[in-house]
């Protein structure tokens, strides 16, 4: 940015020189019935140029440091939801860890457009690193669509441990709302080493209300479904004893993500749903055909009935390089465009008032 505020300067400064060389060039190349009025065709020229270098260059200022998201996004879409006549025959989705996995998020976006959802929403790790790019990129993705998107936070949507992005653009991490007479709780567990006591009683109190259905939604699960593993929460007795609250209560199901894969288990009465395969690579955590694939969940609420339905997405997952150097230069493209843009842009302004300059030095 620097190179180009200097660059800047010193079109300014060698303004009248720079414009007598171009103006030699254009009218030594140029036959004169073409452009009989160079003088001011040169100047127009010169005149974009620097406008066109300031002009990008608070662009880029701007998209630097302004907000990534409105903060109350989930609030809004919440909104959208209560505007929907309240009926008891309904369907929602879940889903969980997109990522930086665009290509199969795209691909769950498009499909659930297709069909006739309340809502849907990510149960954490939206993003990648937590970084304002990531979530610019991941809201921008949702914020237009037919179908209201909600999200949770996961591990992943930290930056620096700091849930400072992922509020500015959906506000509260924990929130609840309901519709008819269903209850949809979202609880703020995004560290996997405890859930909070503070966290603990905010559930327990929404989970005291009375509703024919109540929804939990949580990223980090209390058990690992997978036989010896422990990507899970870390303090056992701590998920024990939330495990007995989830037994008092009976919530229908309880959703978690985390686990890159699909995994449906019931303890103790309560139905555990693990959904991580919204984008997010899938063999790091396991290469069963059955629970490892790329796919979101949804509900169908029947009146007192309450169905589960796994839509799996097809989508080739290969450890070859090449694949993989595409999918990093699609998710770069996706996360960056703007600014590489932008970036070109300024570096033709600054090419062509550096060429100027080089000219008038050298003559």
């Known amino acids: ?12 400064a060698y303004y009248d020189e720079a414009y007598e060389i171009i103006r030699r060039v254009i009218s030594y190349n ?6 009989p009025d160079r003088n001011a065709i040169l100047k127009a020229m010169l005149a974009i140029d620097m406008a066109g270098i300031f ?17 109350d996004f989930n609030r809004k879409q919440i909104d959208r939801i209560n505007a929907i006549p309240a009926h008891d025959r309904f369907s929602f989705a879940v889903m969980g860890d997109s990522g930086h996995g665009y290509r199969v998020f795209k691909r769950i976006l498009k499909k659930i457009d297709m069909d006739d959802y309340i809502f849907a929403l990510v149960n954490g790790d939206l993003v990648m690193h937590g970084r304002r790019d990531n979530y610019r990129a991941f809201f921008n993705l949702i914020r ?3 179908t209201p998107y909600l999200a949770a936070m996961g591990n992943h949507d930290l930056r620096h441990r700091s849930p400072q992005n992922f509020v500015d653009v959906f506000g509260r991490p924990h929130y609840s709302f309901a519709f008819g007479d269903s209850l949809f709780i979202i609880m703020n567990v995004a560290f996997d ?4 006591g503070e966290q603990k009683a905010w559930a327990e109190e ?10 939990l939604f949580f990223h980090t699960p209390l058990f690992d479904p997978r036989p010896g593993k422990n990507h899970c929460i870390q303090d ?30 019931t303890r103790n009465g309560v139905n555990y749903v693990v959904t991580g395969g919204a984008g997010q690579g899938l063999k790091m955590h396991g290469d069963s055909d059955e629970h490892h694939f790329h796919h979101y969940v949804k509900i169908d609420i029947k009146g007192d009935q309450v169905y589960k339905k796994v839509v799996p997405i097809s989508f080739s997952e290969s450890r070859r390089t090449f694949s993989l150097w595409m999918d990093g230069v699609y998710n770069f493209w996706v996360r960056q465009r703007l600014s590489v843009i932008l970036y070109i842009l300024c ?5 062509n008032a550096g060429m100027n300059l080089l000219i008038n030095f050298t003559s």
């Open 1 to 12: 940015m620097l190179a180009f505020m200097l660059a800047a300067v010193l079109s300014i």
């Open 30 to 35: 140029i036959p004169e019935v073409f452009f």
């Open 55 to 71: 002009t990008l260059i608070g662009v880029i200022t701007w998209r630097a440091c302004s907000s990534i998201g409105p903060g």
């Open 144 to 146: 237009n669509r037919k």
């Open 193 to 196: 080493d405890r859930i909070t």
């Open 206 to 215: 929404q989970l005291r209300r009375q509703f024919t259905h109540k929804f």
């Open 236 to 265: 056992e007795a701590n998920a024990r004893e939330f495990m007995a609250l989830l037994e008092k209560y009976r919530p229908d199901i309880v959703f978690n993500s985390h686990v890159h894969g699909y995994f449906d288990r």
């Open 347 to 351: 570096l033709i302004f600054l090419i």
